[in-house]
């Protein structure tokens, strides 16, 4: 627990430096006047117009290649060390020869692509390993519709590290972390920059994740001030190993040299009326009604309750901390929870021996790898077809939603007349939808499940294409004659059960605050059966729903206890259940 505390508090302390950068530039301005909508849609438009949803879920399965990404990882190791603070003049190693092979990978497929994929880098001031100046790759492929200004973003970070977090002359192949995402997000903008969407679509790859996430903070906070609307950000960090290593951050894998190769973990902020969870949902939903039924080799999407890993981050926390949808996809399996302050740390993760693979017969040729490339390519399909869908689906509408004795009422404000939507009820106690209905009417009735459930809508298109939710909602209980109902009168709290429960590593404790209260201090408290407290958890009381995000880690089960306790008295209390 103490190691857990102290990564903890060691990623807190990095993170808080994200926002001190300064001087962020597009350095090239055609870019950036792109994103934010300022340009002619004709002057990118393809000889071909590929449009339609069916030729882009199928070019982007067919165009993928294992053997391509395979080739940009074996060009990534030869850099020796992707640090963000090593060489940026050598040609051949360091950082700056990393960033500028990234860039002419970009200019090389956008030459391919009758020019319409758009280079440049953003370049910001922040000293990091004492250098002070830094700058990220991206593309922006433009949209053929500028009514609809919000990008979507594909990214990951180029830069790697070994044991010590500024060591820019130890080997740092990085190779799951991360050059498994940076050669997946190459390899998108290369299967889809043959595409039209209608929103422009961002590759990009960030420098600084290592030392606190500055390469995304800087690009967040450029956004942000600049006004370029951001609808959905896929973070991909180590999305290319299926081995398990001695260690691995909960909630990981098993146990060493466990393999799993068939699920993808989406890691996001929040639970209910997140945008987060819901780009998660959304992710999981196009691949399950889109995509897995022409597949070889089905996924399991996992949607995780936590934000990260614990006492892990990533680079959709400061998109998310800037107000934008962001989630983070990461392999089932890790090699390691990157702890190598401990003498006993022997896997891969943050070391020197994150490299692509080893040579088992002597002949200099790597014949047994670490980064499965027919994996990383499952996991580069499910995020361009998900990407290209967000890009090319309809508005997501308003709506708000009433609940009466057996039923549920939806009133969806759509002004673009779509015709066709989607309400998706779902219990708290899961992340997943317990049910989907199609109505085509804005004013729709559906059957009130037994269990308490919130309440969101997407629109469809002609195509069949769903827009991304809208933010969940309680429906307030409404009597046959349109008055609404006062929950539980009585009461001030109610506590529920967590969720999931059991479980693994991470799980969400919600209270409900029906009436304003005066207190000095509000905890979740967990505790043993025999009311030996294991852990205080402080809370502030809203009116509304309240949400507590308890990370344990694996290694622990049994039957446990939470309590919510206001100026030390206990409110309420229900049993949690560790699984493993």
Not at 210 to 223: I, M, N, P, R
Not at 516 to 542: C, F, H, M, N, W
Request: with cysteine.
């Amino acid at each position: 627990m103490k190691k857990t505390f102290t990564t903890l508090l060691l990623f807190n302390l990095l993170f808080i430096a994200v926002y001190g950068q300064t001087n962020m530039l597009s350095t090239n301005p055609v870019a950036e006047e792109v994103m934010l909508g300022n340009y002619d849609p004709a002057s990118y438009m393809p000889t071909t117009v590929l449009n339609h949803p069916d030729e882009i879920i199928q070019g982007i399965l067919a165009g993928v290649s294992p053997d391509s990404l395979k080739k940009y990882l074996f060009d990534m190791s030869a850099f020796h060390t992707r640090n963000t603070g090593s060489d940026t003049i050598s040609a051949v190693s360091g950082i700056g020869a990393a960033r500028r092979w990234v860039y002419q990978k970009f200019q090389q497929i956008s030459a391919g692509n009758e020019n319409r994929l758009i280079p440049s880098y953003l370049q910001f001031d922040q000293t990091i390993c004492s250098v002070g100046q830094h700058r990220n790759v991206f593309a922006v492929l433009p949209g053929i519709d500028t009514s609809l200004h919000d990008i979507i973003i594909i990214e990951a970070h180029l830069d790697s590290r070994c044991s010590t977090v500024c060591d820019t002359a130890c080997l740092a192949e990085g190779m799951e972390d991360n050059g498994s995402g940076s050669a997946l997000v190459l390899e998108l903008a290369r299967v889809m920059s043959q595409f039209a969407f209608d929103r422009t679509i961002v590759f990009m790859t960030t420098i600084g994740e290592e030392q606190g996430l500055y390469g995304a903070g800087s690009f967040a906070k450029y956004a942000k001030n600049k006004g370029i609307a951001i609808r959905a950000v896929l973070n991909n960090d180590i999305v290319g190993g299926i081995i398990c290593g001695e260690t691995s951050s909960p909630p990981s894998c098993p146990g060493l040299n466990e393999i799993d190769s068939t699920q993808v973990r989406l890691f996001s902020a929040g639970s209910i009326n997140s945008p987060n969870k819901q780009l998660a949902r959304f992710i999981k939903l196009e691949y399950a009604e889109e995509l897995q039924n022409l597949v070889t080799v089905p996924m399991l999407l996992t949607i995780m309750s936590a934000e990260d890993r614990s006492g892990r981050g990533g680079d959709h926390i400061p998109f998310r901390q800037e107000g934008f949808p962001a989630m983070r996809f990461t392999s089932a399996n890790e090699h390691g929870n990157a702890n190598t302050s401990d003498p006993n740390y022997h896997d891969r993760q943050h070391t020197s021996g994150d490299v692509l693979g080893v040579d088992t017969d002597a002949n200099i040729i790597l014949d047994s790898f670490f980064v499965d490339f027919n994996y990383l390519s499952r996991n580069a399909v499910i995020n361009g077809v998900a990407a290209a869908l967000a890009a090319i689906g309809p508005v997501t509408p308003g709506m708000q939603a009433t609940k009466f004795e057996d039923s549920i009422t939806v009133h969806i404000n759509d002004p673009y007349n779509y015709g066709e939507y989607r309400i998706f009820l779902r219990s708290t106690s899961t992340h997943d939808f317990l049910e989907i209905f199609t109505v085509s009417d804005t004013v729709a009735t559906v059957p009130k499940p037994e269990t308490g459930v919130v309440v969101s809508v997407a629109s469809v298109d002609e195509n069949g294409i769903e827009s991304l939710f809208t933010g969940e909602v309680i429906p307030p209980t409404v009597t046959s004659s349109g008055e609404v109902k006062e929950a539980f009168p009585e009461k001030v709290f109610e506590l529920f059960q967590n969720r999931p429960n059991p479980f693994d590593e991470a799980t969400i404790i919600d209270f409900q605050v029906f009436k304003p209260v005066s207190y000095k201090e509000a905890y979740i408290a967990i505790t043993d059966l025999q009311g030996k407290e294991i852990q205080r958890l402080k809370t502030a009381l809203k009116m509304g729903l309240n949400e507590v995000l308890y990370t344990h880690g694996y290694h622990m089960t049994g039957v446990f206890a939470y309590s919510l306790v206001v100026d030390g008295e206990v409110v309420a209390t229900k049993r949690i259940v560790f699984a493993n």
